[in-house]
């Protein structure tokens, strides 16, 4: 039996753990066979394999994650093990990390005989296999350091997330005691052509066209041109090898779908579902979009009614924005902002906005001083739930201490909850904020800073094609808008005037 045939019999060997085929043993695709040939094949005259770096790009949703485990369990345990072997799978940060491991781990717990084998470690993210003390280890460009590794196998999951090269270079240069090292890299491509993930790709089509031999790097990229028709689905499949199979047609149909109808999903689109390097990060609400949802809202009308708000602090540079959503009265919306007040002009200049004619016009308040006045928002605050019936603020953690310590001493009580500015709080309370756009459920006051937040609104994309508004990739200030996302983010997970539980609040009290 050749190389690559024990690595595919290995593969064959473990369970499906997650979806309709749970339990069913993990029978590769043709393609997969072809690429796994390719890279444990071909050996020199010592019987060594020549490959040690693998490049495999495609879209989303092509059964990256199972492979990438299996591998993993392969070069720690199974026929491409060593003894005392580290084996990496590397991402962009802890979450990502923690999909390969946590797949890897779950295929080792459906066989008791590989349970019975290996320690896993959760806390860690590791699996140590017992007999050849070799262990399989995820790590995130958030570690503090990977010094001191020796690598001798090392999965690197969505490279064109890395915000740099740091932890790949580190990696891959700690292998050199290793005898056959092999670094395999599963992404979608990387719309900056300076990426590392852009020069391998690069790298690789010089390989594949014929332009450089090197027969120690093995591509294998699965691309829609970019001159080819994307929304015709004879060209999906160049970048979908399992599309129809184990890749959903209708899913990425839908998708396909909304992407002609909405313009910030077709860079999406193209980026995660046709592996074209474009920018996924693209602009959030057309003004069309925006404009259209623009009416009366009159807060008088508004006492005592149910509302949810979102609160983003700031300290200097950046607005701090206090939003609330009237879901029952129309989706109305009331937008309160704040500015330090010292070196306004400074401000106009830098941000090319009127801030004067806004704070005279009523639309901000510029607070005296080079920071913002908390005092002054928690009073704002206190007004605003005397005013208002407010279920819950959700509140970016950021800075919020010193605001926290000025609303006990003033003893104002607030229905505050923390909310997280990463995908995981986020995308949800940005979808939410889309339908409400699109679905004509907000109506907004067309107060001028909430428009010009969310004109400068640019979506940031991970992975998995979860979404949230990236405040370090606008154009400028989205304060606003990201308030709003928590305030209607807030309301979609606790709905109705009497779902919320006020026993999951953090009151501030005296």
């Known amino acids: 039996m050749g190389r690559a045939d024990q690595v595919i019999a290995f593969i064959e060997g473990l369970r499906i753990t997650a979806g309709a085929d749970a339990g069913k043993p993990f029978i590769l695709r043709d393609w997969q066979r072809d690429i796994i040939r390719a890279i444990y094949d071909p050996v020199d005259e010592n019987g060594r394999r020549l490959a040690r770096t693998a490049l495999l790009t495609m879209g989303r949703k092509n059964g990256k994650t199972a492979l990438a485990s299996a591998l993993c369990l392969c070069h720690l345990f199974g026929p491409e093990s060593e003894e005392r072997g580290q084996v990496y799978s590397a991402a962009a940060d802890r979450s990502q990390a923690a999909i390969i491991f946590n797949e890897a781990a779950a295929m080792v717990r459906a066989d008791p005989e590989l349970d019975a084998i290996c320690n896993i470690v959760e806390s860690t993210k590791r699996i140590v296999h017992y007999r050849s003390g070799s262990f399989y280890q995820a790590v995130s460009s958030e570690s503090r350091t990977a010094h001191g590794f020796s690598a001798s196998c090392i999965i690197y999951d969505e490279l064109a997330q890395a915000p740099n090269r740091k932890l790949f270079d580190v990696l891959t240069t700690s292998t050199a005691a290793r005898s056959e090292p092999l670094t395999i890299v599963i992404s979608t491509v990387a719309a900056d052509p300076n990426h590392i993930m852009s020069e391998l790709v690069e790298y690789g089509r010089k390989i594949t066209g014929g332009i450089l031999d090197d027969p120690t790097f093995k591509p294998f990229i699965f691309e829609v041109p970019p001159e ?283």
């Open 228 to 510: 080819a028709d994307p929304w015709d689905e004879a060209n999906w499949r160049l970048a979908n090898p399992a599309l129809g199979d184990f890749r959903s047609l209708q899913e990425m149909r839908q998708y396909a779908a909304q992407a002609q109808r909405i313009p910030a999903r077709e860079s999406t689109f193209r980026a995660l579902y046709l592996n074209q390097a474009v920018d996924a990060e693209a602009r959030f609400l057309s003004s069309t979009d925006w404009l259209a949802c623009a009416g009366s809202v009159d807060a008088e009308a508004l006492r005592g009614r149910p509302c949810w708000g979102g609160l983003d602090l700031s300290s200097t540079r950046d607005l701090t924005a206090f939003v609330l959503y009237f879901p029952e009265d129309g989706g109305a919306v009331l937008p309160y902002f704040w500015v330090p007040g010292d070196r306004l002009d400074e401000r106009e200049d830098r941000d090319r906005v009127p801030y004067r004619t806004w704070a005279r016009q009523g639309h901000i308040e510029a607070t005296p001083g080079r920071a913002i006045d908390k005092l002054a928002i928690a009073f704002r605050l206190a007004e605003a739930a005397a005013t208002f019936d407010i279920r819950a603020i959700a509140y970016d953690r950021w800075r919020v201490e010193d605001l926290m310590k000025v609303l006990s001493d003033e003893g104002i009580s607030l229905p505050l909850n923390g909310w997280g500015q990463g995908f995981k709080d986020m995308a949800p309370a940005v979808d939410a904020l889309e339908a409400a756009v699109l679905d004509g459920r907000l109506t907004h006051p067309e107060n001028p800073v909430l428009t010009w937040c969310a004109s400068n609104a640019v979506l940031q994309i991970d992975p998995a094609g979860a979404r949230k508004i990236a405040k370090d990739r606008s154009v400028d200030r989205v304060d606003g808008l990201v308030a709003l996302a928590m305030a209607i983010g807030i309301h979609s997970r606790e709905p109705g005037p009497v779902a919320y539980d006020f026993s999951k609040s953090i009151l501030v009290s005296v």
